[in-house]
């Protein structure tokens, strides 16, 4: 229970934030991205603001044995640079340049009432199950 | 530049850091969004009530945000939906096959020193921007 909480809080703070800093306005992340055109730097301080607390939190919490409530920390320990991790990138990096929108935000912004948002979930999601079914194919 | 918000780009991106640090200290899990949103299909049940509950919680988030403010930003109009479905359907392929997003490779990973998420965000930046160029200038 106390996890799912928790769960609840992170992501209410989560929400908040994406909509303080606008990454939930589809007009202002392309501004962002359009560097050789009405350029708009603001998104870099989201990532520069959650990164000045997070380089610092995560030292701090990492050092703990073990999460509050959990067993053990979920991480991923790969570290390898494959060809699906670049391609993945590239490929997210072109539908977010086409439609505003990177997963958090597109959810967010269904609590807007934002049809886009909507849209956005949807295709995410069946983007998602297209990958799973290619994968599966190839395999 | 146009618009440019430094401050409360900085201050939001700050609260998703603080978002990220709790779920990771309580629950010992990183916060990627495209990860929990798949996650909601594909686990057991225990594990989908979080998922659920934090893209719940990320919800309430940006609606009480702008139940609070609902003039801070005009929503995007008139921006063909297809495009946003054609964009959704790729950051979900993308996503999928590059294990991560914004959240779980631009924030979490690259304040976890992964080599993997730092690759992934310059791929995706400069994939978003190339788009973007594309789109904007180009065509």
């Not at chain 1, 055109?37 to 603001?49: E, N, R, T, Y």
């Not at chain 2, 690759?119 to 160029?133: D, H, I, Q």
Request: aromatic content about 12%; overall charge positive.
């Amino acid at each position: 229970m106390k996890k799912i909480l928790i769960a609840l809080l992170s992501g209410i703070i989560f929400g908040l934030g994406l909509s303080l800093s606008q990454m939930t306005n589809p007009n202002k992340v392309i501004n962002f991205l359009d560097i050789t055109g009405q350029w708009d730097p603001s998104l870099a301080f989201v990532m520069m603001g959650a990164l000045l607390v997070t380089f610092i939190s995560f030292r701090v919490v990492l050092k703990r044995p073990d999460p509050v409530l959990e067993e053990s920390f979920h991480l991923s320990k790969r570290t390898d640079i494959d060809k699906p991790l670049l391609v993945g990138a590239a490929i997210f990096g072109i539908g977010w340049g086409i439609s505003g929108y990177c997963p958090g935000p597109a959810v967010a912004n269904l609590g807007a009432g934002s049809i886009e948002a909507l849209v956005m979930v949807l295709s995410i999601y069946s983007g998602f199950f297209f990958q799973k079914w290619l994968s599966h194919k190839s395999q | 530049m146009e618009d440019f918000t430094p401050l409360s780009a900085m201050l939001g991106g700050a609260l998703i850091g603080l978002s990220v640090t709790i779920l990771l200290l309580f629950n010992g899990r990183m916060a990627g969004i495209s990860g929990i949103m798949n996650g909601l299909f594909n686990s057991p049940r225990d594990e989908v009530i979080w998922r659920f509950t934090f893209l719940c919680g990320l919800i309430i988030g940006a609606f009480i945000f702008q139940l609070i403010s609902p003039d801070f930003f005009v929503p995007r109009q008139g921006f063909p939906l297809w495009l946003v479905a054609i964009g959704g359907f790729l950051v979900g392929i993308g996503t999928r096959l590059g294990n991560g997003c914004t959240s779980g490779h631009g924030i979490c990973g690259i304040a976890n020193m992964s080599k993997r998420s730092i690759f992934s965000t310059l791929t995706f930046m400069t994939a978003g921007m190339l788009t973007v160029y594309l789109i904007k200038h180009l065509l």
